[in-house]
């Protein structure tokens, strides 16, 4: 069974830091881009990157350029989302996803809350 | 980047009501379209892609249209597990992949 486990959300203040991690279980991560997708509360979703199988492309929403930093480990099966220099803005459930650009597989989501 | 318009942003409708929701994009997509349900305090589920597929596992009553900017999808008798916001997507050539802003389905 394929699944995406989240981890790594919390409170965090602005200007702050935070690392969240996806662990895939029930396929072979290294064969499949992987992505990551946010939802501020009560609104839509929103595409913020996506990571190559290798590693070698990545991609990122121009509101998160130079702040974010997605990346993967396929030897543990760990995808991550560094997340510096957070901005209230950023607040949002943060969902892993499979895929690059069509998503058959998500996480649970994790929070990030912004505030001082 | 590429803006999805979708429409309307809530409906209303009743159990065994035919219920359209349309998408356009800003540029031509081709067929790189998909389209999503999420439930509260769930993870989105992909239910239609490259615009006209049905996921495996997803009812028949489900089902979606359209190429280049245009898109629709429809559920041909709306069901009550069907109540959600129906998000479309789009991943033609380069990143960002944008969604629509949601269509939130009440049951009337």
């Known amino acids: 069974e394929v699944q995406l486990v989240q981890s790594g959300g919390g409170l965090v203040q602005p200007g702050g830091s935070l690392r969240l991690s996806c662990g895939a279980s029930g396929f072979t991560l290294s064969d499949y881009w992987m992505s990551w997708v946010r939802q501020a509360p009560g609104k839509g979703l929103e595409w913020v990157a996506n990571i190559k199988q290798d590693g070698s492309d990545k991609y990122y929403v121009d509101s998160v350029k130079g702040r974010f930093t997605i990346s993967r480990d396929n030897a543990k099966n760990s995808l991550y989302l560094q997340m510096n220099s957070l901005r209230a803005e950023d607040a949002a459930v943060y969902y892993c996803a499979r895929g690059a650009g069509d998503y058959d597989y998500w996480g649970q989501g994790t929070l990030v809350t912004v505030s001082s | 980047d590429i803006q999805m318009t979708q429409s309307p942003s809530s409906l209303s409708a009743s159990v065994g009501d035919r219920v359209t929701i349309t998408c356009q994009a800003s540029q031509d997509i081709t067929n790189y379209l998909n389209w999503y349900q999420q439930k509260p305090g769930k993870a989105p589920k992909l239910l239609i892609y490259?615009?006209?597929n049905l996921k495996t596992g997803v009812p028949s009553r489900f089902s979606g249209s359209g190429y280049g900017t245009d898109f629709t999808f429809t559920i041909s008798s709306l069901q009550p597990e069907d109540i959600a916001t129906y998000y479309c997507q789009q991943y033609d050539n380069l990143p960002p992949y944008t969604f629509g802003q949601g269509t939130k389905l009440e049951i009337k």
């Open positions: 490259d615009a006209s």
